[in-house]
T-cell receptor, first 114, second 116 residues
Framework: DARVTQTPRHKVTEMGQEVTMRCQPILGHNTVFWYRQTMMQGLELLAYFRNRAPLDDSGMPKDRFSAEMPDATLATLKIQPSEPRDSAVYFC????????????FGQGTRLTVV | AQKITQTQPGMFVQEKEAVTLDCTYDTSDQSYGLFWYKQPSSGEMIFLIYQGSYDEQNATEGRYSLNFQKARKSANLVISASQLGDSAMYFCAMREVSYNFNKFYFGSGTKLNVKP
């Protein structure tokens, strides 16, 4: 059963530390999305990639967040330095093409910055 | 302006009854897609159903159907014969495809509680 895999599932870190979240998209999917979910803001699109190239990362705070796809099987979202307001659930989703009919989500990484 | 509006923060339904979750959207694009996702308490996001803007028939997937009214810009989710396992948050989403970019917008969600 193909699925998007995210690691870690949970992360607790101290303010100022670097956090790296990883996502393995479904094999053959060439579009990858990163979302952040909070109670206050709901689901926010942070960035998305097509064929490993970033198409839009305007939703991401540039000073501390970075997103990359070093290869087709791995997408990373990095926060450096982390702040308490970054505490959220971060979801990765993948889809087949730009116009694919669905995006499949991973189980999310619950990040807590203390 | 909100791209996706879900006006029902919470709803209750009796087991085995049907329930409609409302969703309205705002776009000036001709080509777009509408989605519903379910998020149970475990936190994962589960894709339920998709409707393309050019699809003339309402989408159906098992007990889920999407009541698509293009002129009214609404895409309500209908769950027939509710089950206890349907208790979850439900998110309506829209994808706009313009200039080869691909933007997803989510509503604030509706929390559905199915009562035995």
């Amino acid at each position: 059963d193909a699925r998007v895999t995210q690691t870690p599932r949970h992360k607790v870190t101290e303010m100022g530390q670097e956090v790296t979240m990883r996502c393995q998209p479904i094999l053959g999917h060439n579009t990858v999305f990163w979302y952040r979910q909070t109670m206050m803001q709901g689901l926010e699109l942070l960035a998305y990639f097509r064929n490993r190239a970033p198409l839009d990362d305007s939703g991401m705070p540039k000073d501390r967040f970075s997103a990359e796809m070093p290869d087709a099987t791995l997408a990373t979202l990095k926060i450096q330095p982390s702040e308490p307001r970054d505490s959220a659930v971060y979801f990765c989703a993948s889809g087949r093409t730009v116009s694919s009919t669905e995006a499949f989500f991973g189980q999310g990484t619950r990040l807590t910055v203390v | 302006a909100q791209k996706i509006t879900q006006t029902q923060p919470g709803m209750f339904v009796q087991e085995k009854e049907a329930v409609t979750l409302d969703c309205t959207y705002d776009t000036s694009d001709q080509s777009y897609g509408l989605f519903w996702y379910k998020q149970p308490s475990s936190g994962e996001m589960i894709f339920l159903i998709y409707q393309g803007s050019y699809d003339e028939q309402n989408a159906t997937e098992g007990r889920y159907s999407l009541n698509f009214q293009k002129a009214r810009k609404s895409a309500n989710l209908v769950i027939s014969a509710s089950q206890l396992g349907d208790s979850a948050m439900y998110f309506c989403a829209m994808r706009e495809v313009s200039y080869n970019f691909n933007k997803f917008y989510f509503g604030s969600g509706t929390k559905l509680n199915v009562k035995p």
